[in-house]
């Protein structure tokens, strides 16, 4: 009963350094999501997928890449890091909601990865 | 465009007093409404939400909401405050229809609840 997994939990990148976040989940969810939280900006989101070999852009989606190959993992990468992009990650899913009850959860969401670039 | 506010940075509030979290929203259509809640270095975990029917909805650990169209408000309440339910608050957004269940965040609030 793992729900939504998220590896690594902290990891700290030199500027142009590349990294892959990864997403994993447990729950035959059709859509996933990349969020970071900043102070005072809430959670805004990167890219999101709504099924396998799907992606899409969010609202901040610039400096990041993601891929959802198998339906359970959702990669998020980032091929140049930078200062900016330190921040906290959170992963979640969702189901393909076509009534209330179905959906009514929203999203489940991973704990996070802590990522500090220098 | 969709958006959800939340004008109180932090709340503060004493141990068995009532509390309340402000929340807004502006959305094309009806809305999904959803309350989450994060505790330091975790995710956010789901409180309770409003899809259709009564506007007082009861959620997880004693906490309710109510939701008032005219206002377009959801706010977050709870009868008597406990220390443990300090953390921070977000109330979030899906505008009914769409293929992608997108919900858009509030900035978040802060909740101290003093003993």
């Known amino acids: 009963n793992a729900g939504v997994t998220q590896t690594p939990k902290f990891r700290v990148l030199k500027t142009g350094q590349s990294m892959t976040l990864l997403c994993a989940q447990d729950?035959?969810?059709?859509?996933m999501y990349w969020y970071r939280q900043d102070p005072g900006m809430g959670l805004r989101l990167i890219h999101y997928s709504v099924g396998e070999g799907t992606t899409a852009k969010g609202e901040v989606p610039d400096g990041y890449n993601v891929s959802r190959l198998k339906k359970q993992n959702f990669l998020l990468g980032l091929e140049s890091a930078a200062p900016s992009q330190t921040s906290v990650y959170f992963c979640a899913s969702s189901y393909l909601g076509r009534t209330e009850t179905k959906w009514g959860y929203g999203y489940t969401f991973g704990s996070g990865t802590r990522l500090t670039v220098v | 465009a969709q958006s959800v506010a939340q004008p109180e940075d932090q709340v503060n509030v004493a141990e068995g007093n009532p509390l309340t979290v402000k929340c807004t929203y502006s959305v094309s259509g009806n809305p999904y409404l959803f309350w989450y809640v994060q505790y330091p270095n975790r995710g956010l975990q789901f409180l309770l939400k409003y899809i259709t029917g009564d506007n007082l909805v009861k959620g997880s650990y004693g906490f309710e909401a109510e939701f008032n169209k005219s206002q377009t408000s959801f706010h977050l309440k709870k009868p008597s405050a406990l220390v443990s339910d300090s953390a921070l608050y977000f109330c979030?957004?899906?505008?009914?229809?769409?293929?992608?269940?997108?919900?858009?965040f509030g900035t978040g609030t802060l909740l101290a609840v003093q003993p």
């Open positions: 979030a957004v899906r505008a009914y229809g769409g293929a992608t269940n997108k919900l858009i």
């Open positions: 729950m035959n969810h059709e859509y």
